[in-house]
């Protein structure tokens, strides 16, 4: 199983991004798809889920609003699509794939995610 995320890079302040992850080795359409991030020296954490297409996603509630998560199940790739951006935003992102469709709640838990991308950097600055 591969997950390759894409899309990072320096962006100003209020910019826009939009981050990519192919997925490869899996059955695509039967895995949740999340997006965490580490900011530099801190610990990683959650940005954003989708499980089915159509279903609701989930956020966390310093992404919400301005961070979109969508998934392409016939090219095997979920977005990121980071509008309103902030020097707070600034880490690596990574994306990661859990089997089945967790409940809502536990989609903010790293632990649910059993393969896991490389990162992308996305540098939030002016």
């Known amino acids: 199983v591969q997950l390759q995320a894409s899309g990072g890079g320096l962006v100003q302040p209020g910019g826009s991004l939009r981050l990519s992850c192919a997925a490869s080795?899996?059955?695509?359409?039967?895995?949740?798809l999340g997006w965490f991030r580490q900011p530099p020296g801190k610990e990683r954490e959650f940005v954003a889920a989708?499980?089915?297409?159509?279903?609701?996603?989930k956020y966390a509630m310093s992404v919400n609003g301005r961070f979109e998560v969508s998934r392409d199940n016939s090219k095997n790739t979920v977005h990121l699509q980071m509008n309103s951006l902030r020097p707070e935003d600034t880490a690596v992102y990574y994306c990661?794939?859990?089997?089945?469709?967790?409940?809502?709640?536990?989609?903010?838990?790293?632990?649910?995610?059993?393969?896991w991308g490389q990162g992308t950097l996305v540098t939030v600055s002016s």
């Open positions: 080795g899996l059955t695509f359409s039967g895995y949740t």
């Open positions: 990661a794939a859990a089997p089945g469709f967790p409940i809502t709640s536990m989609l903010s838990s790293s632990q649910i995610y059993n393969y």
């Open positions: 989708i499980r089915r297409p159509g279903a609701s996603s």
